[in-house]
T-cell receptor, first 112, second 114 residues
Framework: SQKIEQNSEALNIQEGKTATLTCNYT??????LQWYRQDPGRGPVFLLL?????KEKRKERLKVTFDTTLKQSLFHVTASQPADSATYLC???????????FGAGTRLAVHP | NAGVTQTPKFQVLKTGQSMTLQCAQD?????MSWYRQDPGMGLRLIHY???????DQGEVPNGYNVSRSTTEDFPLRLLSAAPSQTSVYFC?????????????FGQGTRLTVV
């Protein structure tokens, strides 16, 4: 069956450290993978997109990698700040036509 | 620029009642989707549309209908509400360009079925 898996346990880290979140998928061949941020009571907000032919993408303190052989994406938040605390969702195009399927998300808590 | 507007923000229904969740976007996007979000389950795709007049089922379509008569509007209809449909519903409008694809979400509708 097709699945997208993110670590359901919250990730607690100290301010200034690098947070690494994982997204694994099975039985999909996505043309791209996306990461979103969601704050409590709000809709998700787009952060980054990485295509199947890209290994790494960066945006300010965010870095995403995409390994189509491992069927895995890693999302890094460097020099983390308490304001980075949120739930982070990965999503992929499940079969063309931008039919986006989401993982359950991982909650990141950055402590001062 | 309003983006994606969902109404209502909150709704309580009795089992068996029907209702329509409204979604409108002003960005002229072709692609729109409806999701439900339950604790621990993430966003699950209910229905989506690739343009006016074209809709298709997502992961959890049962109990829901959609239509797309215009590019701007994508309403979600609950035919006969059940307690299992208690959830937060998000509408998304998706920009798809040559260099980026990005979903814009509404603020959500919190639905309780009693």
């Amino acid at each position: 069956s097709q699945k997208i898996e993110q670590n359901s346990e919250a990730l607690n880290i100290q301010e200034g450290k690098t947070a690494t979140l994982t997204c694994n998928y099975t039985n999909y061949s996505p043309a791209y993978l996306q990461w979103y941020r969601q704050d409590p009571g709000r809709g998700p907000v787009f952060l980054l997109l990485i295509r199947e032919n890209e290994k790494e993408k960066r945006k300010e303190r965010l870095k995403v990698t995409f390994d189509t052989t491992l069927k895995q994406s890693l999302f890094h938040v460097t020099a983390s700040q308490p304001a980075d605390s949120a739930t982070y969702l990965c999503a992929l195009d499940s079969g063309g036509y931008n039919k986006l399927i989401f993982g359950a998300g991982t909650r990141l808590a950055v402590h001062p | 620029n309003a983006g994606v507007t969902q109404t209502p923000k909150f709704q309580v229904l009795k089992t068996g009642q029907s209702m329509t969740l409204q979604c409108a976007q002003d960005m002229n996007h072709e692609y729109m989707s409806w999701y439900r979000q339950d604790p621990g389950m993430g966003l699950r795709l209910i229905h989506y549309s690739v343009g006016a007049g074209i809709t298709d089922q997502g992961e959890v379509p049962n109990g829901y209908n959609v239509s797309r008569s215009t590019t701007e509007d994508f309403p979600l209809r609950l035919l006969s509400a059940a307690p299992s449909q208690t959830s937060v519903y998000f509408c998304a409008s998706i920009y798809s360009g040559t260099t980026n694809t990005e979903a814009f979400f509404g603020q959500g509708t919190r639905l309780t079925v009693v």
